[in-house]
Nanobody, 122 residues
Framework: QVQLVESGGGLVQLGGSLRLSCAAS????????MGWYRQAPGKERELVAAITSGGSTNYADSVKGRFTISRDDAKKTAYLQMNSLKPDDTAVYYC????????????????WGQGTQVTVSS
C-alpha cells in the first residue's frame, strides 16, 4: 500500500547539480522523518540527510554546505538539492520514511524507495 517514488537521478558533470524528489503515498496519517541514504559499490549504506516533521535537519559531514533537504507536507514529498557534485557522490540514493498509516496509527513503520542512480563524471 505505502510507496515511496523517487525521481531526479541521472548523470551529471563534476560541479553540476541534481534535485531528487521522493513522493510518499498510500493512506498515510503522518510522517515523522524523511531522509536520503546512499550506497556506493563496495561501501556501506550511509545517511546523507534527514528532516523531521518539525523541520529539524541532519547532514553527513561530507555533504554539508552542498546539499539541502526539504519537505512539502501537503504533497508528502521530500527533496534533496545537490550542488557542487563530486565523483565521490556517485552512488545509488535511497529515500526513507518513518510514518503512520490509516488503520494502525498507533505505530511507526519504516519504508524505503527503490533507489535512483546518481553518477558524477570526472
Amino acid at each position: 500500500q505505502v510507496q515511496l517514488v523517487e525521481s531526479g537521478g541521472g548523470l551529471v558533470q563534476l560541479g553540476g547539480s541534481l534535485r531528487l524528489s521522493c513522493a510518499a503515498s498510500g493512506g498515510i496519517v503522518s510522517i515523522n522523518v524523511m531522509g536520503w541514504y546512499r550506497q556506493a559499490p563496495g561501501k556501506e549504506r550511509e545517511l546523507v540527510a534527514a528532516i523531521t516533521s518539525g523541520g529539524s535537519t541532519n547532514y553527513a559531514d561530507s555533504v554539508k554546505g552542498r546539499f539541502t533537504i526539504s519537505r512539502d507536507d501537503a504533497k508528502k514529498t521530500a527533496y534533496l538539492q545537490m550542488n557542487s557534485l563530486k565523483p565521490d557522490d556517485t552512488a545509488v540514493y535511497y529515500c526513507h520514511a518513518r510514518l503512520r498509516i490509516q488503520g494502525r496509527a498507533y505505530r511507526w513503520d519504516d519504508y524505503w524507495g527503490q533507489g535512483t542512480q546518481v553518477t558524477v563524471s570526472s
